[in-house]
């Protein structure tokens, strides 16, 4: 059975940090491109981030380039976002999802973790 | 910056057919922009439905199904049922970079 089980959110000051894990097994998890998708209190879906399976390769939305950067640890079966200078616009449900790209696209999905960003 | 639009928000009969599009500023959908759709019901992640424009995982029921319609994704709805109301979101592939629509309200009256 497919697992991606996120951790690491919480409560945070405007200007601070915060690092994302995800952690994933039922799959080859050196094999897959992974992505970063993040959801605000009542809106829409915002994709944020994706890694190559070798760590190789990162694209970003443009919101989040240079302040955060998605990694992963082969050996572990764990994927990361490290978040730096967060803003109020940041606070979002993150989501870590499997992202095949064309063989099947964005297939399973963890059930995301809280972060809030709040004075 | 790449937009894609949805429908804000559609109503369908139960039993009905009902069909939501969702379109790129860059111009047509195509299949290499790889359309994906996913459900998502509140309180609850995503859960995907269609990859790579028609394409349906193994869990999707049959009564859903994926096309590109007039430069457009679309996923279509036959014979609805009231499970079905829930929150559609599109995702387009753009190279590297991926991009969701803003998501359909489906209502099911």
């Known amino acids: 059975e497919v697992q991606l089980v996120e951790s690491g959110g919480g409560l945070v000051q405007p200007g601070g940090s915060l690092r994302l894990s995800c952690a994933a097994s039922g799959f080859t998890f050196s094999n897959s491109w992974m992505s970063w998708v993040r959801q605000a209190p009542g809106k829409g879906l915002e994709w944020v981030a994706v890694i190559k399976a070798d760590g190789s390769v990162k694209y970003y939305v443009d919101s989040v380039k240079g302040r955060f950067t998605i990694s992963r640890d082969n050996a572990r079966n764990s994927l990361y976002l490290q978040m730096n200078s967060l803003t109020a616009g940041d606070t979002a449900l993150y989501y870590c999802?499997?992202?095949?790209?064309?063989?099947?696209?964005?297939?399973?999905w963890g059930q995301g973790i809280l972060v809030t960003v709040s004075s | 910056q790449t937009v894609v639009t949805q429908e804000p928000s559609l109503t369908v009969s139960p039993g009905g057919t009902v069909t939501l599009t969702c379109a790129s500023s860059t111009g047509a959908v195509t299949t290499g922009n790889y359309p994906n759709w996913f459900q998502q019901k509140p309180g609850q992640a995503p859960r995907a439905l269609i990859y790579s424009t028609t394409n349906k995982h193994s869990w999707t029921p049959a009564r859903f199904s994926g096309s590109l319609l007039g430069g457009k994704a679309a996923l279509t709805l036959s014979g609805v049922q009231p499970e079905d109301e829930a929150d559609y979101y599109c995702l387009l592939y753009y190279g590297g970079v991926r991009v969701f629509g803003g998501g359909t309200k489906l209502t099911v009256l």
């Open positions: 999802a499997r992202d095949t790209g064309s063989y099947l696209g964005f297939d399973y």
